[in-house]
């Protein structure tokens, strides 16, 4: 792959990996905020070892060792030292269950934000679907699941892949959920701190998926997924310390950040379906959609100083 390409997929996974994980990172400081200098250096250290080594390292070598069946383990780890070319191929020949699956999460992800979550509108189908809208959603997640599998129906791998795609998101975001209803409790309880750093480091492997399972729309290359998502994980902890409340006034970022990803996820299917995309589209649209989103929240943010 040319050099220019590789950078440009890195540079992409490091700002996608910044901006889908900002609501984590919202979080992550209002509650060490309530704890004590100690076990914030002990999140701080240790989420840096469970965010990057475990999540961004260990889960996608997880994926793609459940979603490959032609490859063995020790073929994936080689994708890291050595110039593995059947593990290459192996994965070659399969992403298309990778792209089926993550393009299926990815898409529920968007419809999720898009129909239930509470959100100031930026772009126009936005500002027609301004109140929760419950039943759309589900609605959407069904239909989307029949035609896909439909579509899919030639190939029952596949058909699979997509049904684990809808039940992972489904799980997943029930823990997220649980955890968003439990963090005003956790923020104002006395809880020790002990049990506020075991709930930031669940939390953090919960909010991780999004971003692993998003990464393989820019590139199967393990190597490029550790190496970007793990950059922009490390660049979100800086943030983390530097304070989030800063960021979180740039309203409109998680608006690009969720529309980023229903491209991506689009992008996931396409390429699933056997329809070739250029290797710089995913960096290319998350770099318009965010930076436009960046650009509307500044100047939001000069109008309202004025």
Do not use: C
Not at 16 to 38: G, P, Q, Y
Not at 150 to 157: T, V
Not at 237 to 251: A, D, P
Not at 257 to 285: D, R
């Amino acid at each position: 792959m040319p050099v220019l390409d590789s950078l440009l997929i890195v540079i992409g996974l490091v700002v996608f990996e910044i901006i889908v994980s900002i609501d984590n990172a919202i979080v992550n400081a209002h509650v060490l905020k309530t704890m004590n200098r100690k076990w914030r250096k002990m999140f701080l250290f240790f989420g840096i070892l469970s965010a990057v080594l475990l999540m961004r390292l260990v889960l996608p070598l997880v994926m793609v060792w459940l979603l490959v069946p032609d490859i063995s383990l020790d073929g994936i780890v080689n994708l890291f030292t050595t110039n593995n070319s059947l593990a290459h191929d192996a994965i070659e020949q399969q992403k298309y269950l990778i792209l089926s699956f993550g393009g299926m999460f990815l898409l529920l992800v968007y419809f999720h934000w898009l129909f239930m979550e509470k959100k100031k509108p930026l772009f126009a189908h936005e500002k027609l679907i301004n109140e929760n809208h419950d039943v759309w959603f589900f609605a959407f997640a069904a239909m989307l699941l029949v035609i896909l599998m439909y579509m899919a129906r030639s190939s029952p791998p596949m058909m699979i892949t997509i049904a684990m795609g809808s039940a992972a998101f489904f799980i997943l975001y029930g823990f997220k959920e649980s955890a968003e209803r439990k963090e005003e409790k956790m923020i104002k309880s006395e809880a020790p701190d002990i049990s506020k750093f075991m709930y930031l480091e669940v939390l953090d492997m919960v909010f991780s998926f999004d971003s692993v399972i998003g990464a393989f729309a820019f590139t199967t290359n393990l190597l490029y997924i550790f190496l970007g998502l793990g950059i922009g994980a490390l660049a979100l902890r800086e943030l983390t310390i530097m304070g989030m409340e800063k960021i979180s006034r740039y309203v409109w970022l998680k608006n690009g950040a969720m529309t980023s990803i229903a491209f991506l996820g689009i992008f996931m299917l396409l390429e699933s379906f056997g329809n070739h995309l250029p290797v710089s589209l995913p960096t290319l649209i998350t770099f318009s959609v965010v930076g436009y989103a960046f650009y509307m929240s500044r100047k939001n943010l000069e109008a309202r100083k004025r």
